[in-house]
């Protein structure tokens, strides 16, 4: 897809570089990207200085997560999806590519490989920045045939997730069809569509549909907007806690992976997080490293926690 090269021999070591340190992330439960390339651009040199300490992060340009998520449930028919490897279908100015090296090798008996990546990559300080400004620069540039389109990529995106939608099918349908037209004008790619509404689904091809969404006679299925999980069928939130097995070593680490599974942008479940927050601040005041296993009061308190957790998937938050 020629996100990546290979260095050339002799500009190996004639040219100014960084070599980013990257590893493979397993991503359970994902419909697409199951296994996802994590570059850690933070990683210091033999000077103590990282690529990310030396990059911008530019300004903030778009709106906080809780007002997209309350504008978007304004709308009769809404709808969801995502740029399909926003990041990866932008380059970077040719002039600094060479801060983008990685070494790599097919197997263990090839010998090690110098490339450099193409595109706007994933763990740089300056990523965010960079891609957003792109989306918000080709609705500036192609945006004049397109203002509905326009319109939804400068208040409805948040990074590559789209939430929008309309009053009704019809002008939903457009506005669709619109907003992929731009974004193709700049190579981008709509996947993975959701919606309240299965009138609305049927437009769209099923080779660009959530694997989440059914359709029959009625839409059926649960997806995720912004994190949080939708039923489609209900047009409810509704939360999903699934932790950690009991069996294992309760430390520090699996504590706070279990708690970062309950995601709550708009304080819905704030209650409950509450009580993680606090028993968190204990672990810290008792210098526990991360996979040290806590003591039997501790853990307790926590099993008595964690058996809350369950009663929040009984919890639906309707329109």
């Known amino acids: 897809m020629k996100h990546i090269e290979e260095v050339p021999e002799e500009e190996i070591h004639s040219k100014r570089s960084i070599y980013i340190p990257h590893l493979a992330v397993i991503r359970e439960g994902k419909e697409t990207t199951s296994t996802r390339v994590v570059f850690d651009a933070s990683c210091k040199g033999s000077n103590g200085i990282s690529l990310n300490d030396e990059l911008l992060l530019g300004p903030v340009l778009q709106g906080d997560l809780r007002s997209l998520l309350m ?3 304004m709308h009769a028919v809404c709808f969801v999806s995502d740029i399909e490897k ?3 279908m932008i380059l970077i100015a040719k002039e600094d590519k060479d801060f983008q090296r990685v070494l790599w090798r097919d197997n263990p008996d090839e010998p090690i490989k110098d490339y450099r990546l193409l595109t706007v990559t994933f763990g740089t300080a300056s990523a965010p920045y960079l891609a957003i400004k792109t989306l918000v620069q080709l609705s500036i540039d192609e945006g004049e045939n ?3 389109a326009t319109r939804i990529i400068q208040e409805d995106f948040y990074v590559d997730d789209v939430l929008s939608g309309c009053d009704n099918v ?6 669709a069809k619109e907003l992929k037209y731009l974004l193709q004008q700049g190579g981008f790619q709509l996947k993975k569509w959701s919606s309240n509404n299965a009138e609305f689904m049927r437009s769209i091809k099923p080779s660009e549909r959530s694997s989440n969404v059914h359709l029959d006679l009625n839409i059926d299925g649960t997806t995720k907007a912004l994190g949080i999980a939708w039923n ?3 047009d409810k939130f509704e939360y999903n806690s699934s ?5 294992m070593n309760i430390t520090k680490r699996s504590i706070l992976s279990d708690i970062q599974k309950l995601y709550d942008p708009l304080g819905w479940i704030a209650s409950l997080l509450v009580m993680t927050k606090i028993f968190i601040q ?3 005041m008792e210098k526990y490293s991360w996979d040290e296993e806590i003591s039997q009061s501790l853990i307790d308190e926590w099993r008595t926690i964690k058996r809350d957790f369950k009663n929040v998937n009984g919890i639906r938050i309707d329109r």
Do not use: D, G
């Open 71 to 73: 504008r978007w449930r």
């Open 86 to 88: 926003m990041y990866r």
């Open 146 to 148: 397109y203002p509905i």
């Open 170 to 175: 019809e002008n939903a349908i457009a506005a």
């Open 232 to 234: 489609l069928r209900t």
């Open 243 to 247: 932790t950690h097995s009991e069996s």
């Open 282 to 284: 204990r672990l810290w």
